[in-house]
């Protein structure tokens, strides 16, 4: 089992940064690929940004790309999410999850794939 905690949600203005943190504990040396993804009122779950654990690659959806980076500390169990330039459409509920069994990178996409999930921060954007 994994157990995944969100933490740096908050109020922001747009244009803002706000730096997302996900501490993972238990048996953390399983974990193949940790992810981010968020869901807004009314819409499915996204995308967001995924790293894997053992090398660093870094993957991003394209609504992110440029002002998101996620990046994994393995000596602290945990993943960040930085994010820089935010849009009122960034708002929504965010998500860490990790992958625990083995996967292409093509399966860091989807939320299905994954195994584990936190609790959710929200990240609110004012205009």
């Known amino acids: 089992q994994v157990q995944l905690v969100e933490s740096g949600g908050g109020l922001v203005q747009a244009g803002g940064s706000l730096r997302l943190s996900c501490a993972a504990s238990?048996?953390?040396?399983?974990?193949?690929?940790m992810g981010w993804f968020r869901q807004a009122p009314g819409k499915e779950r996204e995308f967001v940004a995924a790293?894997?654990?053992?090398?660093?690659?870094?993957y991003y959806a394209d609504s992110v790309k440029g002002r998101f980076t996620i990046s994994r500390d393995n000596a602290k169990n945990t993943v960040y999410l930085q994010m820089n330039s935010l849009k009122p459409e960034d708002t929504a509920v965010y998500y860490c999850?990790?992958?625990?069994?083995?996967?292409?990178?093509?399966?860091?996409?989807?939320?299905?794939?994954?195994?584990?999930w936190g609790q959710g921060t929200q990240v609110t954007v004012s205009s």
């Open positions: 790293v894997t654990w053992s090398s660093g690659s870094t």
């Open positions: 999850a990790a992958l625990q069994r083995y996967a292409s990178s093509s399966a860091y996409y989807f939320a299905s794939r994954y195994d584990y």
């Open positions: 238990g048996r953390t040396f399983t974990i193949r690929a």
